[in-house]
């Protein structure tokens, strides 16, 4: 699967941005999607995911109610509606997509949500959009 992102760009704070992930190849629409930012000097960390079929979704602490994944297997796109924006989310924005668990047998609790997105592979790598918010 081939990834595109676009939608970054500078905004004051409070503001609202939508990133949207443009995909290629036949596996997307099984795969998992998520988003995930590198902010300079940081980790790069997972914000938002969302399973192959919409029905599961996942956010980080630090979005929740302010960001909302979406996307659309019709036309291969996955969407970040990022509301209320906040200097702290200035980072290069990433899409990626798998179709494979982390969890195994042993994982104890994880197993039994194994296939939610905060707990999938991400194999597929768009490159980034930056996101800069200012105060």
């Known amino acids: 699967v081939q990834l595109q992102a676009s939608g970054g760009g500078l905004v004051q704070a409070g503001a609202s941005l939508r990133l949207s992930c443009a995909a290629t190849g036949r596996s997307f629409t099984t795969y998992a999607a998520a988003w995930f930012r590198q902010a300079p000097g940081e980790e790069r960390e997972i914000v938002a995911g969302?399973?192959?079929?919409?029905?599961?979704?996942y956010y980080a602490d630090s979005v929740k109610g302010r960001f909302t994944i979406s996307r659309v297997n019709a036309n291969s796109t996955v969407y970040l509606l990022m509301n209320s924006l906040k200097p702290e989310d200035t980072a290069i924005y990433y899409c990626a997509a798998g179709g494979v668990t982390k969890v195994g047998p042993g994982d104890g609790e994880k197993v039994k949500n194994a296939y939610s997105p905060e707990n999938m592979k991400y194999t597929d790598w768009g490159q980034g959009t930056q996101v800069t918010v200012s105060s």
């Open positions: 969302i399973s192959w079929n919409s029905v599961m979704t």
